[in-house]
């Protein structure tokens, strides 16, 4: 079984830098069709969903939390404040460099250690690979897909090739 920086660390930083990306063709698309790219920041697939910005900055989060809560690490604040895609940019990148500021010992360990989090408010705790592979990586996985979906259900030409990028 891989270790638990292995099924995490480089993912993130895969599927991060797959957004990035994803988010250039977004800007690309609007500068061709001549309209404001913020215009994306506040879409959703539904009137209940999270809007686009929120997708972004919560599939950062769940990279961010994974890795500190995994290394026993407070996990940092960040303000939710983007306003552009060069700002959920930023953030992605920032994201990126904060997961590649791990080494492997840092996460690898007692996998039987309890990580404690809040679900619906109230606290929960789970064994390290169970906090990964049942509730970090289907919510990562859920906010990218969003992310994407909203974007290519609004007219960006996105193909599976740039959510899974290079293989």
């Known amino acids: 079984m891989p270790t638990l920086y292995a099924q995490t660390a480089p993912t993130f930083v895969r599927q991060l830098t797959n957004l ?4 250039d063709k ?3 698309h609007a500068d061709s069709m001549k309209f404001d790219s913020s215009n994306y920041l506040q879409l959703r697939l539904i009137a209940d969903m999270l809007s686009f910005t929120r997708q972004v900055q919560i599939a950062c989060d769940f990279a961010k939390g994974a890795m500190s809560r995994l290394a026993s690490v407070e996990v940092p604040k960040w303000e939710d404040n983007e306003a552009s895609l ?5 953030r992605i ?6 997961v ?3 080494k492997p010992e840092q996460l690898d360990g007692p996998e ?3 990580i404690s989090i809040k679900i ?3 606290d929960k705790q789970f064994d390290a690979p169970t906090y990964v592979s049942y509730i970090v990586m289907p919510n990562f996985y859920f906010h990218l897909t969003t992310a994407y979906a909203i974007l290519r259900s ?3 030409p996105l193909g599976k090739g740039d959510f899974i990028g290079n293989v």
């Open 86 to 90: 060069a700002d959920l940019k930023a």
């Open 20 to 23: 990035s990306s994803i988010l």
């Open 93 to 98: 990148a920032k994201t990126i460099d904060y």
């Open 26 to 28: 977004a800007q690309h």
């Open 120 to 122: 619906g408010g109230q």
């Open 154 to 156: 609004n007219g960006v």
């Open 100 to 102: 590649q500021s791990f």
């Open 112 to 114: 039987s250690r309890t």
